[in-house]
DNA sequence: CATCGACCTTGATCTGGATCAATGCTGGGT
DNA sequence: ACCCAGCATTGATCCAGATCAAGGTCGATG
């Protein structure tokens, strides 16, 4: 996945609240819809043809930070895979929001709605900019009719985005606050080298929110894990001392695993 | 953990006719395997062919309430579909547990799981007496790597569950639990002819349960219902005047409306 | 009819985490 | 350097809903 040239980025559509759907002229060569398309490891059983016929139409979008991608309650015009930033997925009821869900590359936005052809249930909106293929809601439809493989892919995406909204929800009711906040930096701390500081990947209000709770309980939480000897200034955590915090907080695969999506085969190997 | 019949926990095969097990006996008159997998709704596209192999090593069970019908972690060894009865899919960790969906006819118990070959992440309890259809995995995995309508047919499944898990979601985080209550009994009522009684479809528990809710709390709400005119009695709701209590709660499409399993056309119509 | 076991209801109490309200910190623009 | 806007921290308060603890109701069973 090459950066893309920003004089190509003129599929840049700019729309705070409301579609973005853009009349824009066919793709561009370089960072290109179909370049995407072709990069992205779980449609790599996905035969060329196809993936051509997808991007015939389709547009690369470049979208900053703070845009809203598509409202809630509205009917998907586009198939929309995320390539690179990231988006959060919110649902609405009157003036309230909750976060459903924050996706990250390489992922399609609720596939779910446009294969259904039914309303979204979340507004969308980008977090950190991104960079959008948008594909016809029709074309997508008819090449999934079509194409078995890429059926099949489709499929495993979806599978994968419905096992980490059940752990989500189970992280959610199964536990308390600190509980998550604790497995959460595990997690992040257990993934490099001991002894070795980390940062957060992102603002703490994001993180607060995509652990379900107010800022300011994470940011108390945060505070209160001393008491773990785990020590947080800044965006930057240390761990002086492990074991105590794996003593407090048991990862738990059913919850905290990643869940990586798996390109669909039958048998394994 | 209350479950009446402790004493058969454990379904008993019933293999669709004679006790032998391959039967891919055609049509019985008794419920078989391939009758229940052809009076499926949305697997009405798929060909006879594919319905006759899945059905070919496939049993029907018939499950007594309160049996286990698989662990979490547990790996899928078989795709199941349930005919008749209702199950609950239940996040565990330690000796919590929490609802995470409750299953009704007919519908595939955690597709995502078989699909990925991958650990289900809740146990299955049956609360209504159930008849499921089981497929050994490998076969329901080979049929879909086969066969692109049945693949069309489970795309449009799970993207039905992915949405009703979505909706779950929304109305346990954006909404109080006097809404909730509120919420799912004006949904019931309106479906009925006003003026009419109308009985809770389970067990108070279970709906509490469903709800996101302690029994207690749910019984409380229950009574204070009164001040919207809503008057309840044992499991009968009565309605004498409907317009208190629809100013007070508004149905949201995008949260309460039915999530109906549609089969998959690329096209309206 | 008395007993028992499942549910449900009702009351009293507790508490995790939200909310409200300042106050600090940091980085970018003129 | 200064100011201003966003974000983070910290403290005080509040409350929805859980939890704990008795009864109450109803149907099945001996």
């Known amino acids: 996945m090459g950066q893309p ?7 840049f559509t700019e729309a705070p609240d409301g579609p973005s759907a853009a009349g824009s002229t066919a793709n561009f060569p ?7 398309l072709g990069g992205t490891p779980w449609l790599d059983r996905v035969p060329a043809a196809t993936l051509d016929r997808l991007a015939d139409l389709a ?3 470049r979208v900053p930070s703070g ?3 598509f409202e809630q309650a509205e009917i998907p015009s586009f198939a929309q895979l995320l390539v690179s930033g990231s988006v959060a997925l919110l649902g609405v009821s009157g003036t309230a929001e909750t976060l459903i869900e924050l996706v990250r590359p390489i992922d399609l936005l609720l596939p779910a709605a446009v294969l259904n052809r039914q309303p979204f249930l979340a507004r969308a909106r980008v977090l950190e900019e991104a960079h959008l293929v948008l594909i016809q809601a029709e074309v997508f439809r008819d090449a999934l009719a079509t194409d078995h493989a890429l059926c099949l892919a489709v499929l495993g995406c979806l599978a994968t985005q419905f096992r980490r ?4 929800a189970k992280t959610l009711k199964l536990r308390s606050a600190e509980e998550r906040v604790g497995c959460y930096l595990l997690g992040l701390v257990q993934e490099a080298a001991p002894g070795v500081p980390v940062r957060l990947p992102m603002e703490k209000r994001f993180i607060a929110w995509q ?3 107010a800022r ?3 940011s108390r939480v945060l505070t209160g894990m ?3 000897g785990l020590h947080i200034s800044g965006d930057v955590v240390e761990v002086p001392d492990a074991p105590p915090l794996r003593a407090r907080f048991r990862l738990d695969p059913q919850i905290d695993g990643p869940e990586p999506i798996l390109p669909f085969s039958p048998r394994r190997y």
Do not use: C, D, W
């Open 5 to 11: 040239s920003l004089m190509e980025a003129n599929a």
């Open 30 to 36: 370089l960072p290109s819809a179909r370049s995407a």
């Open 59 to 61: 547009v690369l979008h």
């Open 67 to 69: 845009s809203t991608l």
């Open 165 to 168: 909204q059940i752990k989500l």
């Open 211 to 213: 652990l379900g709770m």
């Open 216 to 218: 300011e309980t994470f």
């Open 226 to 228: 001393e008491r773990y």
